[in-house]
């Protein structure tokens, strides 16, 4: 765990909320605005609110069809207030198999999204899926992810990414990358919460090895909030550790995140929330806390096949 200060080497703006060193030089803020089942409204008011209350950092994707939206938000927030956009994280994700996608590239689909956000470049930009969804299941090949990957690398040349990684990829299909790479996957975004501290593999997508190969594991969902339960933020294990630091459950659960160094984006449209979910770096949990909350067995990963079983890694 104190290998997480090594990571803390810098810092985004406004709040000083720290980064991770995701590349050479490359720090990413450690906490940024969810914005994923948002139409354009309401994520435009969102990214408004959350960069208002001092995040710099914003998580969409070309299948959010949400990027008209933030794109207005950001550029109205940095001409009010004179922020250079070098000063904001944004992070997006392309997939194809998806509505408005068609057949375009993985690079020409990052360029249709940098237009909707109108934004020269991303910070990060992921490959969503290792697969391509169909009507009945979800259609992946070593192949596949080689070409993908291969297009956005062209992003990071022509300067539209300043770095790019993956998403719901377990160890096998990062493997496929790392046999064509000439850029290395920045990032691994997938799901990961308390609950999931003791789990095996096929619920984490294999953090040992994301972590292993110098893959930044970068986490959604990092209150469950799609697993149907509300357990991380009123439970009693992250209350009672809470009442201990005068801080929500909500807050306990999130800090298990950033103090191991992994960059977590909360989805919220309450202010008040927004607030709490940065509100993490002037206190620190305790050693022994730490470990409760790795030890806990629930919520388990949701969403996959199974309470074990993310689903990412049995993907072809
Ligand atoms: C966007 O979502 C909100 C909340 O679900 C809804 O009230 C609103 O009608 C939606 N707007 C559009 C244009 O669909
Ligand atoms: C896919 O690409 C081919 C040519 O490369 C084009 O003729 C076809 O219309 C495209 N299909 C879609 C759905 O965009
Ligand atoms: C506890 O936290 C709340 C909300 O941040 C704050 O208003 C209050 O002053 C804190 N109380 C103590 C004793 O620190
Ligand atoms: C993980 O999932 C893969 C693919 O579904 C399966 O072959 C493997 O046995 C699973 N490993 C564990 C430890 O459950």
Request: aromatic share 8%; proline share 5%; with cysteine.
């Amino acid at each position: 765990m104190n290998l997480f200060y090594v990571f803390l080497v810098g810092s985004a703006a406004a709040l000083n909320i720290p980064t991770v060193e995701i590349a050479p030089g490359v720090q990413m803020p450690l906490v940024g605005i969810g914005t994923w089942q948002y139409n354009d409204t309401v994520a435009g008011a969102v990214v408004a609110s959350a960069l208002d209350i001092g995040y710099t950092a914003i998580d969409t994707a070309f299948g959010y069809n949400n990027g008209v939206g933030i794109g207005k938000a950001i550029k109205s927030y940095l001409a009010k207030t004179g922020t250079q956009r070098s000063e904001l994280w944004i992070t997006s994700k392309v997939m194809t198999g998806i509505p408005g996608a068609g057949n375009l590239s993985m690079y020409d689909l990052a360029l249709q999204n940098l237009e909707d956000l109108q934004l020269d470049y991303v910070d990060l930009m992921l490959l969503h899926f290792p697969c391509k969804p169909t009507a009945t299941s979800c259609d992946g090949s070593a192949a596949f992810r080689q070409e993908q990957w291969k297009s956005i690398e062209r992003l990071v040349t022509d300067k539209k990414a300043r770095t790019i990684g993956v998403s719901h990829y377990c160890a096998r299909q990062l493997q496929d990358i790392f046999k064509v790479m000439t850029i290395k996957p920045a990032l691994n975004q997938v799901q990961y919460h308390v609950g999931m501290g003791m789990a095996g593999v096929n619920s984490t997508d294999d953090k040992k090895f994301v972590d292993a190969n110098g893959v930044v594991y970068g986490s959604f969902s990092p209150l469950c909030g799609p697993c149907g339960t509300k357990e991380l933020i009123d439970g009693p294990l992250v209350t009672s550790i809470g009442n201990a630091h005068n801080k929500t459950g909500a807050q306990v659960a999130l800090k298990w995140q950033v103090q191991q160094g992994i960059p977590i984006i909360p989805k919220t449209h309450n202010p008040v929330h927004q607030k709490e979910n940065i509100d993490l770096f002037d206190w620190e949990l305790t050693a022994d806390e730490m470990k409760q909350l790795t030890l806990a067995t629930s919520p388990p990963v949701g969403g996959g096949p199974s309470a074990t079983d993310s689903g990412d890694c049995g993907i072809p």
